[in-house]
């Protein structure tokens, strides 16, 4: 079973950067990756997701712009780069996985992290 594992969020500034990363267990061949995002008392939000095949990247209108979202299927790595972050962006960052194309419904996806959170304060 794929098993997924994200990193990298910390306290950072407002106007600050941050690059999450998600590992998985194993290469991640035709899955489909997605961010989430929580934040305290809302409902988990669909931020990025990224299809298997190179070029099938949405984001959500809040990040656009700001967040850059990449893959390296053979490593079994996807990455999360956020720019330009507001207070607005805390939150615990998923990423999950599927197989077939990318949607924004948590539901549709088989395969969680445990989360790692990015809090933006000054």
């Known amino acids: 079973q794929l098993q997924l594992a994200e990193s990298g969020g910390t306290l950072v500034q407002p106007g600050g950067s941050l690059r999450l990363s998600c590992r998985a267990s194993e290469t991640l061949g035709y899955y489909a990756i997605g961010w989430f995002r929580q934040a305290p008392g809302k409902e988990r939000e669909a931020v990025s997701c990224?299809?298997?095949?190179?070029?099938?990247?949405n984001y959500a209108d809040s990040v656009k712009g700001r967040f850059t979202l990449s893959r390296d299927n053979a490593k079994g790595l996807v990455w999360l780069q956020m720019n330009s972050l507001f207070p607005e962006d805390t939150a615990v960052y998923y990423c999950?996985?599927?197989?077939?194309?990318?949607?924004?419904?948590?539901?549709?996806?088989?395969?969680w992290g445990q989360g790692t959170q990015v809090t933006v304060s000054s």
């Open positions: 990224i299809k298997y095949r190179v070029g099938g990247i």
């Open positions: 999950a996985a599927r197989s077939g194309g990318c949607t924004g419904f948590r539901s549709d996806y088989d395969y």
